[in-house]
Protein backbone atom coordinates (compact mmCIF):
# COMPACT_ATOMS: atom_id res chain seq x y z
CA UNK A 1 0.00 0.00 0.00
CA UNK A 2 1.68 3.33 -1.39
CA UNK A 3 1.27 5.96 1.85
CA UNK A 4 1.17 9.72 0.39
CA UNK A 5 2.19 12.64 2.74
CA UNK A 6 2.26 16.21 1.80
CA UNK A 7 4.06 18.89 3.14
CA UNK A 8 5.17 22.81 2.28
CA UNK A 9 1.51 24.52 2.12
CA UNK A 10 1.46 28.03 4.17
CA UNK A 11 0.30 31.51 3.09
CA UNK A 12 2.04 33.50 0.64
CA UNK A 13 1.88 37.17 -1.41
CA UNK A 14 0.77 37.33 -5.04
CA UNK A 15 3.96 36.65 -6.49
CA UNK A 16 5.65 35.03 -3.80
CA UNK A 17 6.71 31.35 -3.93
CA UNK A 18 6.50 28.18 -2.06
CA UNK A 19 7.82 24.64 -2.34
CA UNK A 20 5.57 21.73 -1.93
CA UNK A 21 7.08 18.02 -0.86
CA UNK A 22 5.16 14.23 -0.90
CA UNK A 23 7.07 11.86 0.68
CA UNK A 24 5.99 8.32 -0.54
CA UNK A 25 6.14 5.01 1.17
CA UNK A 26 4.99 1.41 0.17
CA UNK A 27 6.37 1.11 -3.38
CA UNK A 28 6.57 -2.35 -4.05
CA UNK A 29 9.39 -2.77 -6.72
CA UNK A 30 9.80 0.56 -8.52
CA UNK A 31 8.51 4.40 -8.45
CA UNK A 32 5.16 4.95 -9.60
CA UNK A 33 3.58 8.16 -11.42
CA UNK A 34 3.02 10.98 -9.36
CA UNK A 35 0.93 13.86 -9.57
CA UNK A 36 0.11 17.32 -8.37
CA UNK A 37 -3.68 17.98 -8.14
CA UNK A 38 -5.49 21.02 -6.44
CA UNK A 39 -8.90 21.96 -5.41
CA UNK A 40 -10.52 25.54 -4.43
CA UNK A 41 -13.29 25.85 -2.59
CA UNK A 42 -16.59 25.19 -4.32
CA UNK A 43 -14.27 23.86 -7.06
CA UNK A 44 -13.78 20.59 -8.87
CA UNK A 45 -10.35 18.68 -8.34
CA UNK A 46 -7.93 20.10 -10.65
CA UNK A 47 -4.62 18.65 -12.44
CA UNK A 48 -1.44 20.79 -11.92
CA UNK A 49 1.31 18.14 -12.95
CA UNK A 50 2.80 14.84 -13.31
CA UNK A 51 6.33 13.34 -13.63
CA UNK A 52 6.91 10.03 -15.02
CA UNK A 53 8.85 7.18 -12.64
CA UNK A 54 12.33 8.61 -13.77
CA UNK A 55 11.62 11.87 -13.84
CA UNK A 56 12.24 12.26 -17.40
CA UNK A 57 8.67 13.02 -18.80
CA UNK A 58 6.97 16.67 -17.12
CA UNK A 59 3.33 17.58 -18.04
CA UNK A 60 2.00 20.73 -16.94
CA UNK A 61 -1.63 22.61 -16.99
CA UNK A 62 -2.10 25.37 -18.85
CA UNK A 63 -2.44 27.41 -15.58
CA UNK A 64 0.39 26.79 -14.12
CA UNK A 65 3.48 26.21 -17.01
CA UNK A 66 6.20 28.19 -16.56
CA UNK A 67 5.45 28.91 -13.42
CA UNK A 68 5.45 25.57 -11.76
CA UNK A 69 8.05 23.02 -11.65
CA UNK A 70 7.75 19.31 -10.41
CA UNK A 71 10.58 16.88 -9.80
CA UNK A 72 11.43 14.77 -7.81
CA UNK A 73 13.87 12.29 -5.99
CA UNK A 74 13.81 8.71 -6.28
CA UNK A 75 16.48 7.51 -3.51
CA UNK A 76 14.11 9.60 -0.94
CA UNK A 77 10.95 8.98 -2.24
CA UNK A 78 9.88 12.61 -2.36
CA UNK A 79 8.14 14.55 -4.99
CA UNK A 80 8.24 18.32 -5.28
CA UNK A 81 6.17 21.45 -6.38
CA UNK A 82 8.20 24.62 -6.81
CA UNK A 83 5.89 27.29 -7.36
CA UNK A 84 6.64 30.61 -8.37
CA UNK A 85 4.78 33.93 -9.26
CA UNK A 86 2.06 32.70 -6.96
CA UNK A 87 -1.59 34.31 -7.92
CA UNK A 88 -4.58 34.36 -5.69
CA UNK A 89 -5.84 31.85 -8.52
CA UNK A 90 -3.58 29.34 -7.23
CA UNK A 91 -5.08 29.65 -3.56
CA UNK A 92 -6.13 25.72 -3.13
CA UNK A 93 -5.65 22.76 -1.13
CA UNK A 94 -2.80 20.83 -2.96
CA UNK A 95 -3.04 17.11 -3.15
CA UNK A 96 -0.26 14.61 -4.00
CA UNK A 97 -0.87 11.43 -6.52
CA UNK A 98 0.37 8.30 -7.46
CA UNK A 99 -0.27 5.51 -10.20
CA UNK A 100 1.90 2.38 -10.90
CA UNK A 101 1.53 2.71 -14.44
CA UNK A 102 -1.02 4.89 -16.80
CA UNK A 103 -1.56 6.63 -20.69
CA UNK A 104 -3.48 9.59 -19.25
CA UNK A 105 -1.26 11.58 -16.96
CA UNK A 106 -3.95 14.50 -16.81
CA UNK A 107 -7.22 12.52 -15.17
CA UNK A 108 -8.41 12.31 -11.85
CA UNK A 109 -8.89 8.73 -12.22
CA UNK A 110 -5.52 7.54 -13.70
CA UNK A 111 -4.15 7.99 -10.31
CA UNK A 112 -4.89 5.17 -7.21
CA UNK A 113 -2.88 6.99 -4.20
CA UNK A 114 -3.87 10.00 -2.28
CA UNK A 115 -2.49 12.08 0.03
CA UNK A 116 -4.40 14.20 2.81
CA UNK A 117 -3.54 17.52 0.81
CA UNK A 118 -1.59 20.83 1.83
CA UNK A 119 -3.15 24.11 1.97
CA UNK A 120 -2.26 26.82 -0.16
CA UNK A 121 -3.24 30.45 0.24
CA UNK A 122 -2.49 33.35 -1.60
CA UNK A 123 -3.16 36.61 -0.77
CA UNK A 124 -3.62 39.47 -3.00
Known amino acids: QVQLVESGGGSVQAGGSLRLSCAAS????????MAWFRQAPGKEREWVTTISPSGAGTYYGDSVKGRFTISRDNAKNTVYLEMNTLEPEDTAMYYC?????????????????WGQGTQVTVSS
Open 26 to 33: GYNTKPYF
Open 97 to 113: AATETTMFPRRETSYNY
